[in-house]
């Protein structure tokens, strides 16, 4: 199948044009390296060296023989989308090219308003230059579970059957998003199941939980294959800020009391539950939303897991509780249903002491690359401190 990859450059669009190439898949890759210079922005980096796209690339043509097809470009700009699906004509598009931080769009103004317009409206070319192409393809597009929020009822898979005055109807789930980058990926969620319904598209929603690792069986096979591994306050997740700073041997921060709970899966199912999806694609006219995680832990529960296998190595991590910079709930019900992936075939690799281990050996062996000084959380969601820091900076910088 010719499946393109939005957002190729990045930790899971890397990830999963390798494993879909590997597969026998057709694969072109699409990327504008906008995450690249955010990072310079913020003088933060992935842990592991990461080669250029065009480097990787070539790479994985020598280790794999079969190539992928590059391209160049930015979702916001109508005629490179236009010109890019009718050159490569996808049967399935893959689409992560969004900014994935919800931390970056909680800095100030800017990075808010630039989040939602480079978000929403990426989405939204890829929408009008399917309609226009009349592409048969099918569209699956990275959301997230955060689009949610934390309600007081179940969470089922994108719908709900509601009564109401004697009446019944299957509804969108409510959501109720936590920053400014979940906003957008609602955002895209109303976008796409209207274009389904008038324009007769199809597509797959991946409401998608916390990822997790740094591996995969394809970037095992070249050090240059290598994805994107971020434990700083913006990019990274908790679970990779536990991993490094328990190597780094500072204390784990939890955000607050840490009973916010999350759905977690690992990497190799995430590449995975994109290619069920692909496989099993979404009718015409069809929007659909899978829940896509595999576990569900707190965030203390996280902290407590990786410095108990820290301390198997001979590391002696302490775990110690921040005044949470966001505005969430600490405690709080989370029972999502997940069932959609698994019918299909998914089989999990769930969070273990072995699995935890090759991500501590691994981090080790990048130990002199770690920045303690870009760990500890400077976004404060109901602050002002951080607008004025960077106010300074792009006045420094006019």
């Not at 933060?44 to 079969?66: C, Y």
């Not at 990926?185 to 990822?211: E, M, P, Y």
Request: with cysteine; net charge negative; aromatic share 10%.
């Amino acid at each position: 199948m010719r499946v393109l990859v939005l957002g190729g450059d990045g930790y899971l669009g890397w990830a999963t044009a390798m494993y879909l190439s590997s597969r026998g898949h057709e694969v072109g890759v699409l990327d504008n390296f906008a995450k690249r210079r955010w990072e310079l922005e913020l003088n933060v980096e992935p842990l592991i060296p990461i080669h250029t796209l065009q480097d990787r690339v070539r790479a994985w043509a020598e280790v794999n023989g079969g190539a992928l097809e590059l391209f160049v470009g930015d979702l916001r700009n109508f005629g490179v989308v236009e010109g890019v699906l009718e050159a490569f004509s996808p049967a399935a598009i893959v689409h992560y090219g969004e900014q994935p931080s919800a931390p970056y769009s909680m800095i100030d103004y800017n990075r808010c308003l630039f989040t939602q317009v480079n978000n929403i409206s990426g989405t939204l070319n890829v929408l009008w230059a399917m309609k226009k192409l009349a592409l048969d393809c099918h569209l699956v597009k990275l959301g997230t579970m955060g689009e949610y929020g934390t309600p007081n009822i179940d969470i089922e898979e994108g719908f709900i059957e509601i009564e109401h005055k004697g009446r019944r109807d299957v509804l969108p789930f409510p959501c109720q998003p936590g920053s400014f980058y979940h906003l957008s990926k609602v955002h895209d969620s109303h976008n796409i199941r209207f274009a389904c319904r008038a324009w007769d598209l199809s597509a797959t929603d991946l409401h998608q939980g916390v990822v997790y690792g740094l591996e995969t069986d394809q970037t095992r096979r070249d050090e240059r294959l290598a994805t994107s591994f971020h434990y700083d306050d913006v990019f990274g997740t908790a679970i990779n800020r536990f991993c490094v700073q328990a190597v780094a041997g500072i204390p784990l921060t939890v955000y607050g009391k840490g009973g916010q709970q999350r759905g977690f899966l690992n990497i190799r199912d995430t590449v995975r539950c994109v290619e069920l999806a692909i496989l099993n694609p979404a009718k015409r006219g069809e929007y659909r939303v899978f829940n896509q995680f595999t576990e569900t832990f707190t965030v203390l529960e996280l902290a407590d897991l990786v410095a108990a296998q820290a301390r198997k190595l001979g590391l002696k991590p302490e775990v110690s509780h921040l005044p949470n910079p966001r505005v969430e709930l600490e405690e709080h019900h989370f029972n999502p249903t997940h069932t959609k992936l698994l019918d299909l075939g998914l089989e999990p690799h769930f969070l273990s002491d072995e699995l935890l281990n090759s991500m501590l050996e691994k981090i080790l062996k990048y130990k002199y690359r770690i920045k303690n000084e870009i760990i500890l959380p400077k976004v404060k969601w109901n602050g002002n401190e951080q607008e004025r820091e960077a106010a300074k900076l792009m006045w420094a910088g006019a």
